[in-house]
């Protein structure tokens, strides 16, 4: 197995005991890390990497992502004016999705994973929806996921509002998906479900009853976004969109359960009874005008944090995040702890998808880091740790390892070409918007 020793890098655990180690020696076997200690260690190495200095956080976490939305940047603005979450779907998102064919997909998968991969995360939680091209969707993502070295969360959102066929083939594809990556190292499938209110009775027995074919499962899914979502559950009979799932029993510990804005107190007590895990996605929320996670919600559930297809820097969703919540408060109120959310919450949800342990740079761990040319201004130690991720390291991370190998050496990408994936995007960006002018 190939050795490989970083030496003279400052590393950064935001939420360990200690959090910042002063010229470390990392220590990596395969594509996991072995040690990590301010003395060099023993043995030999097959490279051996001098970091100059510079300082490293884990490979960051997104757990809740759209790739397909990548090719949304600076499209043209609907020509009917949004003015509520269900108008913005239906104007924006659902004509979006329904456009890709599997080349534009492509290009969605591949500019939106290098936006990622360059911010420096290394673990992508996707929500994936195109109805024009639904089989093998969720095997091209896994392999573009693969092709940049990442950990891929895999799930189709199925949906009611493209007709039958569209139905049962997302359904399909999700169950194909669990079927072929269930035991695989870099790549997990999870089932897609748009969202309760998109989803009729019989659909959601219809999916039910095809999770009974598989060993294990989980879904993941919008929840209670906007209040539209709680009022068409209320409506349906239940008491909320969470009673609804449940009383179909598709709440278990593997569920993620992506927004929940509106969840009342006993919905809090139904995702803690059955471990299910909810994701906050600060960005969107903001830019949807749909509201804000109570902090309640957000510190009983230990949440995790997503970008909801926004963005692909972690460090900006959580400075983002921090000031949106920070712009609602009063003075010495508190507010959310979004290092806990990205450092700490995220690492622990993916860990437990993935089987393996993701997110710190300590032994054991999966060998990703996000290196970054950062000459503080200020002493960095314990005690400083959140201003200088959320405030020091705003740019992009000059050396991205992943599992064990560098992905971006001195800003450049080392296995394939930037300005290919680029030209491509623009080339499907072009053909895509031709639905919206
Ligand atoms: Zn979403």
């Excluded at 490979?59 to 603005?77: D, E, K, R, T």
């Excluded at 509106?262 to 809090?268: E, L, T």
Aim: hydrophobic letters at 35%; a negative charge; one cysteine or more.
């Amino acid at each position: 197995m190939k050795k490989t020793l970083l030496k003279n890098l400052h590393v950064i655990n935001p939420c360990s005991d200690p959090a910042f180690i002063e010229n470390a020696f990392v220590a990596i076997s395969g594509e996991t890390i072995e040690s990590v200690d301010s003395s060099e260690p023993s043995g030999t190495f097959d490279e051996v990497f001098d970091l100059d200095g510079k300082v490293a956080l884990p490979g960051m976490i997104n757990a809740h992502h759209h790739l397909y939305s990548a090719l949304a940047v600076g499209m043209p603005l609907p020509k009917g004016n949004p003015t509520n979450f269900t108008e913005i779907l239906q104007e924006v998102w659902w004509k979006m999705d329904l456009a890709l064919d599997r080349d534009s997909t492509q290009a969605c998968f591949e500019s939106g994973l290098l936006d990622s991969l360059k911010a420096g995360t290394t673990t992508f939680i996707d929500h994936h929806c195109s109805p024009s091209f639904i089989e093998g969707s969720l095997s091209l993502l896994a392999e573009t996921g693969e092709k940049f070295g990442l950990n891929s969360s895999v799930a189709f959102e199925i949906t009611d509002r493209n007709g039958t066929e569209k139905f049962e083939a997302s359904l399909q594809e999700n169950i194909n998906a669990v079927r072929k990556f269930s035991d695989h190292p870099n790549v997990h499938p999870l089932i897609g479900l748009h969202a309760s209110f998109t989803l009729s009775e019989d659909s959601l027995r219809k999916i039910r009853t095809a999770l009974d074919s598989l060993k294990s499962w989980g879904i993941h899914i919008h929840v209670s976004e906007d209040k539209a979502d709680e009022e068409d559950a209320l409506k349906k009979g239940y008491g909320s969109v969470l009673e609804r799932l449940d009383k179909f029993d598709l709440l278990n510990e593997n569920a993620l359960i992506i927004h929940g804005l509106h969840i009342k107190d006993s919905d809090v007590d139904l995702l803690q009874k059955h471990k299910a895990q909810i994701v906050h996605n600060p960005s969107s929320n903001a830019n949807n005008r749909v509201g804000m996670s109570s902090n309640n919600t957000i510190n009983q559930l230990k949440s995790g944090l997503g970008t909801d297809g926004m963005q692909g820097s972690m460090l900006r969703e959580g400075k983002e995040g921090m000031l949106i919540r920070s712009s609602h408060l009063d003075g010495g109120e508190d507010s959310a702890n979004y290092l806990q959310l990205l450092f700490e919450n995220n690492p622990k949800i993916a860990s437990k998808l993935f089987g393996k342990k993701l997110g710190y740079i300590l032994p054991e761990y999966q060998a990703d880091l996000a290196i970054f040319d950062y000459a503080p201004r200020t002493p960095i130690s314990d005690a400083t740790i959140f201003g200088h991720v959320f405030f020091g390291l705003s740019g992009l991370p000059c050396d991205v390892m992943t599992r064990g190998e560098f992905r971006i050496r001195d800003y450049q990408l080392q296995n394939f070409s930037e300005q290919e994936i680029k030209a491509n995007a623009v080339t499907q960006a072009k053909k895509l918007w031709v639905h919206f002018s």
